[in-house]
């Protein structure tokens, strides 16, 4: 009896201090390139496609495939959100105002882009270190290992699945396509 009890107390106590699972992505406040802080609840009932980006990376050019389908789909509650990091190679060393410069000029961007950010570490935005939780990468690490890894959101706010640098924007099409 004494055991159960304590038992009880122990569990008790643990399910105080274990992680919050009620936070959505939704709960979040982010930083626009414009400097505008805004709700992630803006896109409420939207698919995402949220993807740290750079500007003098290899991978520089799936702006063009982000943009693609971004044009696509934005009619069908589909949207991508680019957060720009320079955690990698310092390839990301502008300013907000070059980054939208870049972007709008070489890309035609029109797709969300975001204010410079840290997506893993002592300084790692919010939004970034729940997105790790919720999808981990291969064999269950969280850090983000490169530009451009990629995290697919469904329209009720549930992180469906995480890609790699290397894993183009046409390719994640099939697995837009049925949450819309």
Known sequence: MIKRFIVLILFSIISLFAKDNSMNIYDFNIKTIDGKEISMSKYKEKVLLIV?????CGFTNQYEGLENLYEKYKNKDFMILGFP????????????EQIKEFCSLTYQVKFDMF????VNGENEAPIYKFLKEK??????TKDIKWNFTKF?????GNVVDRYGSSTTPSS??????PLL
Not at 152 to 156: I, P, Q, S
Request: aromatic content about 2%.
């Open 85 to 96: 990091s320079n955690q990698f190679g310092s390839q990301e060393p502008g300013t907000d």
């Open 152 to 156: 697919l959101v469904d329209k009720n």
């Open 52 to 56: 740290n980006v750079a500007s003098k």
């Open 115 to 118: 204010s410079k950010v840290d």
């Open 172 to 177: 994640i099409e099939k697995d837009i396509l």
């Open 135 to 140: 999808q981990t990468g291969i064999l269950g």
